[in-house]
């Protein structure tokens, strides 16, 4: 093998791995703890197709499941002051629309 060949090799598993890491660290939301901390302190109201309600999902990742989320598709009773979606309620204040991590962090003081 060629010493240029191998240059060539090294250089494209380089590109592979920092690939994976970069795509892994893209996908993997939010912490668990610091989601956990947001899901104990406000409540998200989504509903079933809603788009921005997907965006603000794919900011949290993985740690979505630890949120409190009403989707108001299956729980109409818990949204009757819900005018659109998503909406996060943080100490009885309405936030209406995707929210950034920062502002949710401040807002429920995690």
Do not use: H
Request: with cysteine; aromatic share 6%.
């Amino acid at each position: 093998m060629k010493k240029r060949d191998a240059v060539t090799i090294l250089i494209v598993v380089g590109v592979i791995i920092l690939s994976v890491v970069i795509l892994k660290s893209k996908n993997s939301g939010v912490s668990e703890e610091l989601a956990k901390c947001i899901g104990e302190n406000s409540e998200l109201y989504v509903q079933l197709g809603c788009y921005a309600c997907e965006k603000q999902k794919e900011l949290f990742g993985e740690s979505y499941t630890q949120l409190d989320v009403i989707d108001c598709i299956f729980e109409r009773e818990k949204c009757s002051e819900i005018t659109a979606t998503p909406t996060w309620i943080i100490n009885k204040e309405k936030y209406v629309g995707v929210q950034n991590i920062e502002k949710l962090r401040e807002l429920t003081g995690c």
